[in-house]
């Protein structure tokens, strides 16, 4: 007796007559002329024309049709041969969202505001390299360390930023030493992590090695080949390109390939440089470039940096970088672009890698927080820059507070409120939602309303236009399927 | 002068909602007066839509016509919503049971 029931107890539901079957959850937005994206909520997706969809719904789709077994597979549908639907749809969904429990892992230090570049799009006020004011005090770091050990998240990062990091490396010590010892004190040590933000000009040998000794790894900033970065990035002497490669090979000598990674600032000069911006990228061996724009802050704003190109523009210049990128893997090369990677993990996969600007509820304050050098507490970076530029709307309290003070702040609950994209106008209907996010301080920014309007958002054109563009891209070629799938299990 | 229209949608074919939340959609174009009316003994839902810059004729006849067609897909929306809420409340049920954010009516959060 054979140990698989016959074919014919698979076939209950004859193949050429109208199926019966029960619709499950799921959203759809146009993808062009006459295809529609449609997703269910774990974030899955598949293509359908309009005339398919219209019979999806209407309950009038046979068993034979093409796309009637995928559209079972993937939970949009469920059948007599589908009972567990729900269940592995409420298993995606929970895996997807599990993040959410486990609150703040990010913590951010503002070790000082002293920085020895002046970028004219910096986001935070450039001070004087010789001033102690704008340092994070001993007193503040402190206490910040134990408000972020009081996080329930077993997995902590905890963030250097400044200025220029290195600059306060005395008070970047003393923070780390103090968070190990707290934490080796707990009943459950955490998986405990550092990482410093660096322009690398000013590290040492001295600080490098302290830097390998306790596993922090490095963030620089690169923003394309020598011209452009040091244009972009001014500071005495006008060789921040030649340090920043020069520390960048430093480090990796001293930590491992894998200790750096770098960050690029897209500015005007930037859009007609992507090939060159990318191929700087390659030369420096770095395995990806993640592609961003200007952020509406600081002095990016006050310089009319951030005004200087729009949406429209950053998405042409990012377009042709992520199609030079694409091509450089056809030849050979193994490269990638992480925003997409990014999108690609939540597209293909149920894992959310947890990027701060695309979740919802949105990530301010629940994915990171930072502790500014005059110990203010701020629910995100941009926060923090925010308040630069005296708006503090989005600052949660001072260390000086309980962790469960500055997490009732009224604001903080208020911004999680209302940017829960499930329920936010137009995201709730929208099929890109489950790969999306919601930016409350830049919302607050440009509409000073946390959840914005979505039809004049350039958060939301932005995203639709690199949703839309990474589908196109993986339905016209299988080549960048198959990539686009490697990038998704990488992230 | 910026150019305005009025079109009627048929109540008994549309829902209300679904005709806002088209015309919201396009709020970055143009501004929208919605109101039920009745004549005759039908009911209808009345648009009436200006754009916000100086266009001419045919942009706000492109605007009609995407704004038609974002209503058919409202009303579709509607029609997956209602046949589905059920097994969506018990999946997000499901989903987030664990994680302490949901808790029975009265009950505080889970700690």
Known sequence: MSQFEPIEFFNTQRADVIA??????????????????????AGEYILLEREVLQRLVSG????????????????????????????????????????????????????????????????????????????????????????????????????????????????????VLTAEEANRRLGQPKDLKFIVATNLTVATDEMLDFCAQHE??????????????????PR?????????????????????????????????????????IVDEYVAQDFGGIFLRP???????????????????RWLQFYDEALDYVIELNRKGLEFQEYYASTILTK??????????????????????????????????????????????TFQLGTVEDSFETLYTNETFLQAVDETFAYSAPMCTDCAFEPWCGADPVFHWRQHQDM????????FCQRNMHIFRGLISRMEKDPFVRRLFTRWAHTC | ??????????????????????????????????????????????????????????????LVQQLNNEVLDQQLREQVREQTAPVRNLILAYAFSRTGLIAPDGAPPAA
Not at chain 1, 218 to 225: A, C, F, V
Not at chain 1, 255 to 275: C, I, K, N, P, Q
Not at chain 1, 365 to 384: H, K, L, P, Q
Request: include cysteine; charged fraction near 25%; hydrophobic fraction near 40%.
């Open chain 1, 294 to 312: 200007l952020s509406p802050y600081g002095f990016a704003l006050k310089t009319r940096f951030f005004r200087a190109y729009n949406a429209e």
């Open chain 1, 60 to 175: 009038a789709l046979c068993a034979e049709d093409p796309l009637y077994a995928d559209l079972r597979a993937r939970q949009f549908l469920a059948d007599e041969h589908s009972k567990m639907a729900p269940d592995l749809l409420a298993i995606k969904v929970r895996t997807r969202n599990e993040h959410l429990a486990n609150w703040t892992g990010l913590h951010m230090f503002v070790l000082t505001l002293r920085c020895d570049h002046s970028c004219p799009y910096c986001q935070v006020s450039r001070q004087s390299e010789n001033t102690a004011a704008f340092d994070l005090s001993r007193e503040h770091a402190e206490k910040a360390v134990a408000l972020t050990l009081r996080s329930p998240n077993p997995a902590i990062k905890i963030e250097f930023q400044g200025g220029e990091s290195f600059l306060n490396f005395e008070l970047l010590k003393f923070v």
């Open chain 1, 347 to 392: 597209m293909l996969t149920c894992k959310d890698p947890g990027y701060v600007d695309l979740r919802s509820p949105a990530g301010i304050g629940m994915a990171g927080v930072i502790y500014n050098y005059d110990g203010t507490v701020y629910a995100s970076d941009e926060a923090r820059m925010l308040a630069e530029m005296n708006d503090t």
């Open chain 1, 20 to 41: 019966r079957y029960a619709l499950l959850p799921f959203n759809f937005t146009a993808l062009d002329g006459t295809r529609y994206v449609v997703t269910n909520l």
């Open chain 1, 216 to 233: 922090i790894g490095i963030s620089t900033s690169l923003d394309g080949p020598r011209d452009l970065h040091n244009k972009n990035r």
């Open chain 2, 1 to 62: 002068m910026t150019e305005s229209r009025v079109i009627e949608f048929d109540a008994s074919a549309y829902s209300l909602l679904a005709i806002q939340k088209a015309c919201h959609r396009f709020t970055n174009k143009a501004s929208f007066e919605v109101s039920p009316v009745v004549r005759d003994g039908a009911s209808f839902v009345r648009v009436s839509l200006s754009l916000l810059a100086e266009k001419n004729e045919s942009e706000l006849t492109l």
């Open chain 1, 451 to 458: 959840v914005g309007r979505k039809p004049e958002s350039e």
């Open chain 1, 236 to 276: 005495p002497g006008a060789d921040s390109y030649e340090r920043t490669i020069r520390g960048i090979a430093k480090v990796r000598q001293r930590l491992g390939r894998r200790s750096v990674s770098a960050l690029m600032t897209t500015t005007e000069a930037s859009l007609s440089r992507a090939h060159d």
